[in-house]
């Protein structure tokens, strides 16, 4: 079964810093999406960033941006200039990849501080 | 506006009364899915569906149905409701790149 893991159930930053949200992952495949969520108190889901296994360049969308070393499957979230309003629940998740399309598996969720 | 709509948002319920959990999105994507979210242990897949009349088990599906008769709906139904089925529920529907729209949730409380 696919696996998900993420190690830190909190953590916290000071405003304008830069923080590393830790995500590792377990497949057979060799083709898979990679993802990070962002849940707000409003506890809507919303995509943050995606990462293609076959591509090797990282990721990046504005202030985010993505560590993903394929050989040791881990898939880290950098969140640069940090805002107050990056404060939330941050998931990662895999795909299962091959033919398995649309069964993902997700993280049990990192609660992000931002302090002013 | 492209989007994913559940209803309800919030449902209390007591043990062994059916329910069913709409779910409808408007992107025309033939992958829908439904989540459910618990404290420590994220969010995890119970159902999802590639196309009509076409669904397969995710890591929690027992408990629940699912049905896909229309493209566009994918609803969530409680047979017999049990207080371990408390939880935050979200479907999905899944686009380009397995890209997922998420709804807004729904909370549902069993007594």
């Known amino acids: 079964a696919q696996t998900v893991t993420q190690s830190q159930p909190e953590m916290s930053v000071q405003e304008a810093e830069t923080v590393t949200l830790s995500c590792t992952y377990d497949t057979s495949e060799s083709d898979y999406y990679l993802f990070w969520y962002k849940q707000p108190p409003s506890r809507q889901m919303i995509l943050v960033i995606r990462q293609e296994a076959y591509k090797q360049q990282n990721a990046t969308e504005n202030r985010f941006s993505v560590n993903f070393q394929k050989a040791a499957k881990s898939f880290s979230l950098k969140i640069s200039d940090s805002q107050l309003g990056d404060a939330a629940m941050y998931f990662c998740?895999?795909?299962?990849?091959?033919?398995?399309?649309?069964?993902?598996?997700f993280g049990q969720g990192t609660i992000l501080t931002v302090h002013p | 506006e492209a989007q994913v709509t559940q209803n309800p948002r919030y449902l209390i319920t007591v043990t062994g009364k059916k329910l069913t959990v709409t779910c409808s999105q408007n992107?025309?994507?033939?992958?829908m899915s439904w989540y459910r979210q618990d404290p420590g242990l994220g969010l995890r897949q119970i159902y999802y569906s590639m196309n009509v009349e076409v669904t397969d088990k995710g890591d929690v599906p027992e408990g629940y149905k699912v049905s896909r008769k229309e493209k566009r709906n994918f609803p969530l139904i409680l047979e017999s409701p049990s207080p371990n089925q408390t939880s935050l529920y979200f479907c999905?529907?899944?686009?380009?790149?397995?890209?997922?729209?998420f709804g807004p949730g729904t909370r549902l409380l069993v007594l």
């Open positions: 992107m025309n994507h033939e992958y």
């Open positions: 999905a529907s899944i686009g380009p790149q397995e890209t997922q729209y």
């Open positions: 998740g895999s795909d299962a990849g091959g033919t398995s399309y649309g069964k993902l598996t």
